[in-house]
């Protein structure tokens, strides 16, 4: 008998001819051609990263490799993927209650023949190995040991003994015994040796990594090795050349093969110097947020020439559909796959591993042969650093190494890398008081709102920031210095994705050129557009974001400030609500010392940690979220999260679209419906729409908020507004989506 992988792709129907999509037709796998291609890759990709894995790593992989697929012999599968032997047989497919084929595969190979492969292998090996079969698919174990001897006995066992050629009289159903866990419900606390679920993670990891390759037509699981030619870092070095290295970059230059914390201030460099302790390893460059990840990619890419990074968030696919249309969905699908030398990401693409979820596996076996830089982690939320700091431990466990490089570290950060051993295994530096950073910042505290008659009046002949805690303030700011000054720009969260990257991409320019003006902005600016600007106006707000917000004026450092050029407003907007009410009065009384005197880089270190010093804010709730979530994640069952569930970030937002923008791009929703497009252009238009969308966190509206449809349009998670929305793409200037209110519309 002839056993089968996978069902033959079905022919296309006339009306599917008459659109013009026949993709060439594929033949029908075997189940022996899937298995020798999947061995073939694993190989493969060992012959290149060998280095990072112990030969019994290599070998449980590739074991794995060879029996994961064993289930699908079962007759009952391979009737289903093949009607003709359905036929033949005389089976209703449909009637049977069929078995997993990965929990078929686990329990058909025994305990002595797994030790019989490897002299090195032992039972805990074995309960990582099975597991890691058992569950290489996503699926709900609820059979009992009767049942799977049952089935096996009326469709498997004769079945597999003629796959394999081999007599095969029963299933090792004890093998269940040995699981690390059932995905059918939990109850209590999970426990299992660390070392073991590091193997776990690593064998199943690795096993969809090379499954998931194979089945998308690639042969090689990484693209562009660069281990050994260092391509990336030779163009860095190319960039620098004839340039003195800063302090941060000669640092992490001589230590590559080391965990850091790279403390630096802005202007000091520190993109080439993580570029520089990558050392043409493979890597992933985590940044907060999406733009500065757009950013960094195109600076890898255009400023370096290293044509092969990849960038990997929710709205990628709009980056390589406007580079090159045509290559656009495979490079997606590739960078989905991890297979870049270089990815350039979100932590939330990488760090669900944290929360244990099937399927997530793969992240973490990646990480344990890469490095991972983490870019600005005080600018996260406290669960957020506590997955962080929890998924280095679990990267540290592996053999993975990262470099957290930052330009303010909280004294409480170090205090948890210490409680959870990851400082003993890092080095820790610190470049603020580097000779060659220029001192730029003068600070001025005002107790009340906005200067702005002053702020118009600077705007005329200067580059002027303004930075509020709420969307609502900065639009009501905008709205009033518009008044004063016709050389005012807004900049927020609230501007569907389209207009909101031509605002980004004009303050960038903006920054660059002689032009004097205004830019009213939220947080979004903190840690991610490379700008600079010559006064700052800001609402008071922790000491972290303060900070960062003071990093984009007089950023390159072209003048040291005679006057004050950061201008503090404490008005208590957003104390208690965005920001926790105890860290903000911390950060104002102790900013009062550094009141009108040049604020360097060294006080600005002394600043923070004066802040966030453990003991002194032990009892805040930024702690104690941290600490919770830490050991939460101890605890953290394999059931307990799904794969859409696991989330690094915990928001709640919904995506819309104003109805004005909907009543202009309407047959693009109609045609995202048409059920015989390719999943290409489905894509593609779907990537359209997003390009139409703005996120609106449903927790700073207090719920979903009247004016905003619950009903999604068709198919799509997009739902349609009736606020008013206010932008125009010449001027690019306009408040963007008002909450609260709402246009004449005939569309809701």
């Not at 600007?533 to 008071?540: G, P, R």
Request: aromatic share 10%; net charge negative; hydrophobic share 35%.
């Amino acid at each position: 008998m002839k056993y089968y992988a996978k069902s033959k792709k079905k022919g296309l129907s006339d009306k599917e001819r008459g659109k013009q999509i026949k993709e060439p037709e594929e033949e029908q796998k075997t189940l022996n051609s899937h298995q020798e291609d999947i061995v073939r890759c694993a190989e493969a990709f060992f012959e290149e990263y060998g280095r990072y894995f112990s030969e019994k790593e290599k070998r449980l992989v590739i074991e794995a490799c060879c029996i994961h697929d064993w289930g699908k012999a079962n007759l009952v599968f391979q009737a289903m993927i093949n009607p003709e032997l359905a036929g033949e047989r005389k089976l209703n497919v449909k009637s049977i209650s069929q078995i997993p084929h990965g929990h078929l595969s686990a329990v058909t190979l025994s305990q002595n023949e797994f030790f019989a492969m490897d002299d090195s292998f032992t039972k805990d090996d074995f309960g990582a190995f099975v597991t890691a079969v058992y569950h290489h698919h996503t699926r709900k174990d609820q059979e009992d040991s009767s049942e799977l001897r049952t089935y096996g006995k009326k469709y498997y066992l004769e079945e597999i003994s003629d796959y394999l050629g081999q007599t095969r009289t029963k299933l090792y159903c004890s093998n269940l015994n040995h699981l690390l866990f059932h995905n059918n419900g939990y109850s209590g606390k999970f426990l299992c040796d660390p070392a073991v679920w590091n193997e776990y993670l690593l064998i199943k990891g690795l096993l969809n990594k090379f499954d998931y390759t194979v089945s998308a037509g690639y042969e090689s699981a990484e693209l562009a090795c660069d281990i050994r030619e260092k391509r990336l870092k030779k163009e860095v070095e190319s960039f620098l050349e004839g340039k003195d290295l800063r302090s941060a970059q000669q640092f992490m230059k001589e230590h590559t093969d080391d965990n850091l914390v790279v403390i630096a201030p802005t202007g000091s460099g520190k993109t080439e110097a993580a570029l520089l302790w990558l050392d043409g390893e493979k890597g992933f460059y985590t940044l907060p947020l999406k733009v500065s990840s757009n950013a960094i990619y195109s600076r890898i890419k255009s400023g370096y020439g290293y044509e092969h990074a990849a960038i990997l968030h929710s709205d990628s696919m709009a980056m390589y559909l406007k580079e090159n249309p045509g290559s656009a969905w495979e490079k997606q699908e590739q960078a989905k796959l991890l297979a870049n030398p270089v990815t350039v990401c979100t932590i939330d693409q990488l760090f669900t591993f944290v929360y244990r979820a099937l399927g997530t596996e793969i992240f973490a076996a990646t990480l344990k042969y890469s490095k991972l830089i983490i870019d600005e982690i005080q600018s996260y939320d406290p669960r957020s650093i506590a997955t962080i700091l929890y998924g280095l431990k679990t990267i540290q466990q592996m053999g993975g190494r990262y470099a957290i490089i930052t330009a303010t570290f909280p004294p409480v950060l170090k205090d948890f890398m210490e409680q959870y051993g990851l400082a003993d295994h890092c080095l820790f530096a610190d470049f603020t008081e580097d000779p060659g950073i220029l001192i730029r910042h003068k600070v001025s505290i005002q107790y009340s709102e906005m200067y702005l008659e002053e702020i118009a009046k600077q705007g005329k002949t200067k580059k002027v920031l303004v930075i509020c805690n709420t969307v609502s303030r900065a639009q009501e700011v905008y709205e009033k210095l518009r008044e004063r000054n016709d050389s005012v720009w807004l900049l927020h969260s609230r501007f569907i994705r389209r207009d909101r990257n031509l605002l980004e991409q004009k303050i960038m320019e903006f920054s660059e050129s002689d032009e004097a003006g205004i830019w009213v902005t939220t947080q979004i600016v903190e840690a991610s557009l490379d700008i600079d600007f010559d006064i700052l106006h800001t609402e008071m707000c922790t000491a972290d974001s303060l900070l960062q917000r003071m990093g984009r004026c007089n950023r390159k450092g072209r003048r040291i400030p005679e006057l004050s050029n950061i201008f503090v407003y404490d008005n208590k907007n957003g104390s208690g609500s965005i920001y926790e009410e105890n860290l903000y009065q911390r950060s104002l009384e102790k900013l009062k010392k550094y009141e009108d005197i040049l604020f360097s880089e060294k006080q600005k270190t002394k600043y923070m940690n004066e802040v966030y010093r453990t003991e002194a804010i032990r009892n805040t709730e930024y702690y104690r979220k941290i600490q919770d979530c830490m050991d939460k994640f101890s605890e953290i069952h394999p059931a307990e999260y799904t794969l859409s569930e696991a989330k690094v970030r915990d928001i709640k937002s919904i995506t819309v679209i104003p109805d004005t923008i909907y009543e202009e791009n309407q047959e693009l929703f109609e045609e995202v419906e048409d059920r015989y497009l390719s999943k290409e252009r489905k894509q593609e238009i779907r990537t359209k729409l997003q390009d139409l969308t703005m996120g609106i966190n449903l927790r700073t509206c207090f719920g979903h908020p009247d004016g905003i449809d619950k009903a999604a349009i068709g198919s799509t998670d997009i739902h349609r507004t009736q606020f008013v929305y206010e932008f125009d793409c010449e001027t690019l200037q306009g408040r963007g989506l008002l909450l609260g209110e709402k246009a004449d519309s005939i569309f809701l």
